[in-house]
């Protein structure tokens, strides 16, 4: 398993700013991904994070609204660009040898007023 | 519409209950995990499943993977209060994909 710690944990803003969480591993790992759980919702893959490269997005999700950064093999930011209410939500980073098997840290709650 | 179903959506049991849940389908998929999380923590893994009909046991708590590997259940033997949790289901396809969840309440 890994040890995966992400900032902030929690976080209030005003609509039409950005935030950026950050999410530490302490070992190297090849991927990295970074989810969305709404309120009372399931987990929504938001993009892939791969070191050396341009993120993957799923269908739903775009670079502009969510930038994505993986400088190495043990760290990722994830943005929330431009944020409305509607992007309240937990945002929630993972790793993993492979998409089976996925370590999650403990997330981000953002409240968006 | 939910890629993966599950069921039931919440459970309130008594402690020392036995419950089962159900994550359903129409996909296959290569493998599946169930994880739980709890308020204010990322989720858990807890078992992955990759053979059709494949069972297994932790502890107290019985996986089964379907035959046509499209469906899933969890058994939990004589609940206790810190069984209490969100279960989720995940499917490997294409990708990952995550069902909506059981919520769990165990009362002492």
């Known amino acids: 398993s890994a040890v995966i710690s992400q900032k902030p944990s929690r976080d209030i803003c005003q609509r039409g700013t950005s935030l950026t969480i950050q999410c530490q591993v302490d070992s190297q790992v090849t991927m990295m991904f970074w989810y969305r759980q709404q309120p009372g919702q399931s987990l929504t893959l938001i993009a892939t994070?791969?070191?050396?490269?341009?993120?993957?997005?799923e269908s739903g999700f775009v670079i502009d609204k969510f930038p994505i950064s993986r400088p190495n093999l043990t760290f990722s930011t994830l943005t929330v660009s431009n944020m409305s209410p509607e992007d309240s939500s937990i945002y929630l980073c993972?790793?993993?040898?492979?998409?089976?098997?996925?370590?999650f840290g403990p997330g981000t709650r953002l409240l968006v007023l | 519409t939910q890629l993966l179903e599950q069921s039931p959506q919440f459970l309130s049991i008594q402690e020392g209950e036995n419950l089962t849940v159900y994550c359903n389908s129409s996909?296959?998929?290569?493998?599946l995990q169930w994880y739980r999380q709890e308020p204010g923590e990322g989720p858990v893994l807890l078992v992955t499943v990759v053979t059709g009909g494949e069972v297994k046991k932790l502890k107290r708590l019985t996986f089964q993977f379907g035959d046509a590997r499209k469906d899933s259940s969890l058994h939990i033997t004589a609940a206790q209060p810190g069984d209490t949790g969100l279960y989720l289901c995940?499917?490997?396809?294409?990708?990952?994909?995550f069902g909506a969840g059981t919520r769990l309440t165990v009362k002492p």
């Open positions: 996909s296959v998929f290569s493998s």
């Open positions: 993972s790793v993993g040898l492979n998409q089976e098997t996925q370590y």
């Open positions: 995940a499917g490997v396809d294409y990708g990952m994909r």
């Open positions: 994070a791969n070191q050396g490269s341009e993120a993957t997005y």
